[in-house]
């Protein structure tokens, strides 16, 4: 595979891996249960980049508060910043919430407990 950009083979499997990276909705890449999202190349492998002539696989995990849509979107737009006019799957393996706090339950309260996102409170049943 050659971009328009003039990047082939290798380089462009590891430039996509390195824009979804950099991508703030995305925590990492993922290969899938059965790691079937690869690109093998020589001596080594990219896992979470798979290349066809007519497509390219992504799998991610992607970063909470960010819906799948917003994912998707942000990975098809990094992959096109690579190799521009190539069908991109973008596919969601995990979300992680790390940003997530979930403050102790204090027995008085009964089965309430809060969950604290950024600065959005939300009140949940146990």
Do not use: C, W
């Amino acid at each position: 595979m050659t971009t328009d950009s003039g990047v082939a083979g290798a380089e462009a499997v590891e430039a996509i891996a390195a824009v979804v990276l950099a991508s703030p909705a995305v925590a990492g890449l993922h290969g899938g249960r059965f790691t079937t999202v690869a690109s093998y190349l020589p001596g080594r492998r990219v896992i979470g980049v798979a290349v066809t002539p007519s497509e390219i696989t992504v799998g991610v995990v992607g970063r909470y508060p960010n819906t799948v849509a917003q994912i998707a979107a942000q990975v098809r737009a990094a992959v096109a910043t690579v190799v521009p006019g190539v069908a991109v799957t973008v596919a969601i393996e995990d979300i992680d919430i790390e940003d997530i706090d979930i403050a102790p339950v204090d027995p008085s309260e009964g089965d309430r407990q809060e969950v604290v996102v950024g600065r959005d409170r939300i009140e949940r049943k146990a």
